[in-house]
């Protein structure tokens, strides 16, 4: 079981927008550790999507977006694409765990 | 620019050992912390720990203490994951990740990636 607990899978039709939920703890996003998101693409590694609760790493379209609240985090997506059908992680920090944790994923599929 | 390149598959029987490499390439090799996940078949991401290419020191995350061991190479920039007394349950895609801790990179993140290998425990 996670520590970071998201749903397990979101759809969308091309175009839409979907939002991802990670849901914490006060012993991570809620103590103040950062919040990344990476995009895995089955049969491929993880790609690092989201730094620091918000920010886009050089070549990220801007369809993406995140954000955290209290023990909470959100990844959305805008004008889905065929292209983002993929398993998205949030992962933090934990102080109980003395170092990382992943979320345990959510897979998104494009109608 | 930066790579991580993972040994091939490995196929072994329950009770063997198992050696996967990470060798490094496009940055200092000593400045970035080396992690290691894993990725059951059909299942998410487990963080499975790190070591320090400057100091050598290992850090195993719960779950991963005994049977797994991290080691480095420094003078041919590769990092090792030794899996001991493998079970079933073992078989999974372990990958490397870069930690960047500051710097020209985003920080506190897994920046760069392995491709994976997968390890495979079948009778």
Known sequence: ?111 | QVQLVQSGSELRKPGASVKVSCKASGYSFTNYGLNWVRQAPGQGLEYMGWINPNTGKPTYAQGFTGRFVFSLDTSVNTAYLQISSLKPGDTAVYYCARYCSGGNCYSGTFDYWGQGTLVTVSS
């Open chain 1, 1 to 111: 079981q996670s520590v970071l607990t998201q749903s397990p899978s979101v759809s969308g039709a091309p175009g839409q927008r979907v939002t991802i939920s990670c849901s914490g703890s006060s012993s991570n996003i809620g103590a103040g550790y950062d919040v990344h998101w990476y995009q895995q693409v089955p049969g491929t590694a993880p790609k690092l999507l989201i730094y620091g609760n918000k920010n886009r790493p050089s070549g990220v379209p801007d369809r993406f977006s995140a954000s955290t609240s209290g023990t909470s985090a959100s990844l959305a997506i805008t004008g889905l694409r065929a292209e983002d059908e993929a398993d998205y992680y949030c992962q933090s920090s934990d102080s109980s765990r003395s170092g990382w944790v992943f979320g345990g994923g959510t897979k998104l599929t494009v109608l």
